[in-house]
């Protein structure tokens, strides 16, 4: 089992700049993978951006591309997403993720951001 847990949302001015931190526990030596999702109030959750443990290739949803960064610190079992640029329709509930396998099986439990225009 791994256990994720989010921080680093709040409020912020359309144009501001954001960071969320996700820490990683318990069987960290099974992920291949931590991504970033999120969820805005009456739509499906979408994916955001995601990057592999080992290589630290990563993935970005078009949205967003250009304006927030995925990153991810081996020894601190660690991902970061550094959000800036930020436009009100990026206000949703982010929700970290892990995946052993080929889909996302672990899940945090999400940290709201708000952006204000």
């Known amino acids: 089992q791994v256990q994720l847990a989010e921080s680093g949302g709040g409020l912020v001015q359309a144009g501001g700049s954001l960071r969320l931190s996700c820490a990683a526990s318990?069987?960290?030596?099974?992920?291949?993978?931590m991504g970033w999702f999120r969820q805005a109030p009456g739509k499906e959750r979408e994916f955001v951006a995601a990057?592999?443990?080992?290589?630290?290739?990563?993935n970005y949803a078009d949205s967003v591309k250009g304006r927030f960064t995925i990153s991810r610190d081996n020894a601190k079992n660690t991902v970061y997403l550094q959000m800036n640029s930020l436009k009100p329709e990026d206000t949703a509930v982010y929700y970290c993720?892990?995946?052993?396998?080929?889909?996302?099986?672990?899940w945090g439990q999400g940290t709201q951001v708000t952006v204000s225009s």
């Open positions: 993720a892990a995946r052993s396998s080929g889909i996302w099986d672990y």
């Open positions: 318990g069987h960290t030596f099974s992920m291949l993978a």
């Open positions: 990057i592999t443990w080992a290589s630290a290739g990563t």
